[in-house]
Each structure stands twice: as C-alpha cells, then as structure tokens.
C-alpha cells in the first residue's frame, strides 16, 4: 500500500520509551499481561509510541494506490491521531499530494489535544478495545504487530518489574529492550 511520509502520515512529538507506553496503556484499563502485550505491539506498530504521530486516511485505488486526480490532488477522509492512532472522522478534505499535510494534523491535534496526551489516548483505546477488540487498529488486522511482540513482552515485563517492586525503577530495567 502506498504511504507518502509527511502526506499521508508522519511521527512527531516525545516518544514513549518502551516501559513507559506499557505503563500508560496499564493505566488506561490494558490490566491482564498478554493483551497488555499484545497492545503495546499493536500501538507501536501504528505510532513507534510517538506522541503526535498521524496517519491520514485517503481515498485509494483497488490496488492500495493514492487515488489523484489531474492535478495531483487527493482527498483525506479521516485521521488517526497519537500513539494509539485514535480515528478522527471530519469532513474530506482535499489536498495536493506532493505537499506536505502535517499542517493539516497539527490542526486536528489543536481541536483534540488530548490525542496527544499519552494517558488520555490510552484510555480512550481501552474503551475503543471494550467495544470493538483489537479489530480498529490496522497494526492488527495487518499482522503488522508480530514483529513487535518480543520488545512488547520485554516492555512489560520491565514495566511489571518497576510496578512490583522487583526493580529499583525505568532506569535500572531487569531487562535491556532490544530495537
């Protein structure tokens, strides 16, 4: 599938590191360890935990292609903001699709800002997870998340170790996340 990096999605603002992504989505109602896990996979593989990341949701040939049309516009139907890419439907826009759109994101991060914020996205995935499962994240239905899930269980396990008292905190991890 065709992405355009700074068009049709980008990663801005602080990075989560490992153990504190699981720390916020734990806190956010991610309370049993393997879909904690599972979770921390899945939203890395939609934000690498950026903060500000966005993906821009844009009309699309059967093939997966940017749809333009004649002159090289396209249109955005929705967007997903923040580490947990929570969707925001608005009104298609339509864009030039050799220029830049992260103008366009930090319009939306303006209009919810708590997309941003780490905490106030992982509770509101936890509610998207109770009513849908892991079925709005394309992370997910991709399988693209596999190839995260050992960083994710050692995210956990040295997030569970600090929570449990097994460590004397982030900074003196038992275990060392491997990129």
């Given at each position: 599938m065709e992405e355009i990096r700074g068009v049709t999605w980008d990663l801005m603002g602080d990075q989560l590191v490992p153990?504190?992504?699981?720390n916020r989505l734990y806190y956010g109602g991610f309370k049993d360890s393997k879909i904690l896990t599972l979770m921390w996979a899945i939203t890395y593989g939609e934000s690498a935990h950026f903060l500000r990341s966005w993906h821009h949701n844009v009309q699309r040939t059967q093939d997966g292609e940017?749809?333009?049309?004649?002159?090289?516009?396209?249109?955005?139907?929705?967007?997903?903001?923040?580490?947990?890419?929570?969707?925001?439907?608005?009104?298609?826009?339509?864009?030039?699709?050799?220029?830049?759109?992260?103008?366009?994101?930090?319009?939306?991060?303006?209009?919810?800002?708590?997309?941003?914020?780490?905490?106030?996205?992982?509770n509101e995935?936890?509610?998207?997870?109770?009513?849908?499962?892991?079925?709005?994240?394309?992370?997910?239905?991709?399988?693209g998340y596999r190839q995260?899930?050992?960083?994710?269980?050692?995210?956990?396990a040295n997030f569970l170790a600090v929570e449990f008292g097994l460590t004397s905190g982030p900074n003196n991890p038992i275990y060392q996340i491997k990129k």
């Open positions: 153990p504190q992504a699981a940017i749809l333009r049309d004649e002159n090289n516009k396209i249109v955005i139907l929705s967007t997903d903001l923040g580490f947990v890419q929570r969707n925001v439907i608005h009104d298609p826009w339509v864009h030039k699709a050799d220029v830049e759109c992260k103008d366009y994101a930090n319009e939306l991060f303006a209009e919810y800002p708590e997309y941003s914020n780490g905490q106030a996205s992982a995935a936890h509610t998207l997870f109770l009513q849908r499962g892991f079925e709005p994240w394309y992370a997910y239905v991709n399988g995260h899930r050992k960083n994710a269980a050692l995210a956990v």
